[in-house]
């Protein structure tokens, strides 16, 4: 059954580092999006993408967040300069169309220092 | 701006006994999602509730979706320990064709022998 993988499975890092989280969604799934979860907390939104562009984004998804896709199967997301508070799980989803149900991969788990 | 809200946050349990979860939002949307999370692992997709007065059933696990309420339910039936999970509602937001989940806080069931 197709599914969605990110990598890593764990990142840690130093405040301030770069980070780029990798995804690669289902293979016909056109809608790609990324949530992320910090410990005990409930799943927020960040951005979702679709037809090589973002379509909407949450207020978490600010000038230190980027997406791509640089190539047919990855989607990948970018923070730039990390802070403590961005730790978190990562999770990456696809959907078929613009109104079918999200799958979700494993998640990224990432840890600031 | 949706708000999502479960209750009971919380829920210990005895094996073989029956409730229900409500997941209670604030806007106009007919797509509402149920999830399941174990610890320290991804969102497992259970139900998928596409328009008002829709029940889907699945072993002991049922969930309806009443629109006009804004309300969803998920209903467990004779409850077993390998129900113990976190559950999620995600109510679907769609701003100008981009879905959007909105989660509510999760309900961490524990399901006692």
């Known amino acids: 059954e197709p599914e969605v993988t990110q990598t890593p499975s764990h990142q840690v890092t130093q405040m301030g580092q770069e980070v780029i989280l990798r995804c690669v969604p289902i293979?016909?799934?056109?809608?790609f999006y990324w949530y992320r979860q910090i410990l005990g907390q409930k799943v927020e939104f960040l951005v979702s993408f679709y037809n090589n562009e973002i379509s909407e984004k949450s207020e978490i998804f600010d000038d230190q967040f980027s997406v791509e896709r640089p190539d047919g199967s990855n989607f990948t997301l970018k923070i730039r300069s990390t802070k403590l508070e961005d730790s978190a799980m990562y999770f990456c989803?696809?959907?078929?169309?613009?109104?079918?149900?999200?799958?979700f991969g494993p998640g990224t788990r990432l840890t600031v220092l | 701006e949706l708000k999502v809200e479960q209750n009971p946050l919380f829920l210990s349990m005895q094996e073989g006994k029956n409730y229900t979860i409500y997941c209670n939002y604030s806007t106009t949307s007919d797509r509402l999602y149920w999830y399941r999370q174990d610890p320290g692992k991804s969102l497992e997709s259970l139900f998928v509730l596409l328009s008002n007065g829709a029940v889907k059933q699945e072993g002991r696990l049922m969930a309806s979706l009443d629109t006009k309420a804004r309300l969803s339910t998920l209903h467990i039936t004779a409850a077993v320990h390998d129900l113990s999970a976190t559950y999620f509602c995600?109510?679907?937001?769609?701003?100008?064709?981009?879905?959007?989940?909105?989660f509510g806080q999760g309900t961490r069931l524990t399901i006692n022998p």
């Open positions: 989803a696809s959907s078929g169309t613009g109104i079918n149900e999200q799958f």
């Open positions: 995600a109510v679907d937001l769609q701003i100008q064709g981009a879905q959007k989940l909105v």
């Open positions: 293979s016909n799934h056109l809608y």
